[in-house]
């Protein structure tokens, strides 16, 4: 589903995740967390993502109930 997603807009999965926060509303700003020049240039390319109903549609499953979220990541071993 996000490899298909990712070769229709062209671009690499972790542009795609980014592009796909970048689409909400609420994102005026969306963190990379890049280590590397590699890995920087591969994330700056979600800005050029034209993303759009279709990516919204095919992804739309993969969404996590906030709550959900957070009580699993509290469960994790590392917090």
């Known amino acids: 589903m996000l490899e298909a997603q990712a070769a229709r807009l062209g671009a690499s999965l972790d542009a795609l995740a980014l592009a796909a926060a970048l689409a ?5 700003i969306v963190l990379s967390g890049a280590s590397t020049v590699e890995q920087l240039l591969s994330n700056l390319r ?12 095919a992804l739309a499953p993969l969404a996590e109930a ?14």
């Open 24 to 28: 909400q509303p609420w994102a005026g």
């Open 46 to 57: 979600a800005t050029d993502l034209r993303w759009d109903d279709e990516a919204t549609g």
């Open 66 to 79: 906030p709550a959900a979220y957070w009580a699993a990541r509290k469960a994790l071993a590392w917090n």
